[in-house]
């Protein structure tokens, strides 16, 4: 018999620090300010700057920002998380 509390936490665990940004990806400037607008729109934030790269590699820049998903958004991806775990524990 598994311990559903402990699956839940740690897939709480891991889903803060992962599963709650949305990344844009990009080394094109245009493409990561459309992609930012888009998400923005839509009520996302942006994370702090630890989470924010700009590397130049050759003759290209590639930015990367981790966007954080609404409370709405997480907590519904939470909830289908838990459930899964709960119906693979039946």
């Not at 844009?24 to 790269?53: C, P």
């Not at 700009?54 to 459930?83: C, F, G, R, S, W």
């Amino acid at each position: 018999m598994t311990d559903t509390q402990a699956l839940k936490d740690a897939a709480f665990t891991q889903y803060q620090r992962q599963g709650r940004y949305e990344v844009i990806y990009t080394n094109y400037l245009v493409d990561m300010f459309k992609q930012y607008d888009a998400l923005v729109a839509n009520g996302y934030t942006r994370a702090g700057d630890s989470h924010i790269t700009a590397t130049n590699i050759n003759l290209a820049v590639q930015q990367v920002i981790h966007m954080i998903k609404p409370a709405d958004v997480q907590e519904a991806e939470l909830k289908a998380i838990y459930d899964k775990i709960e119906d693979d524990a039946k």
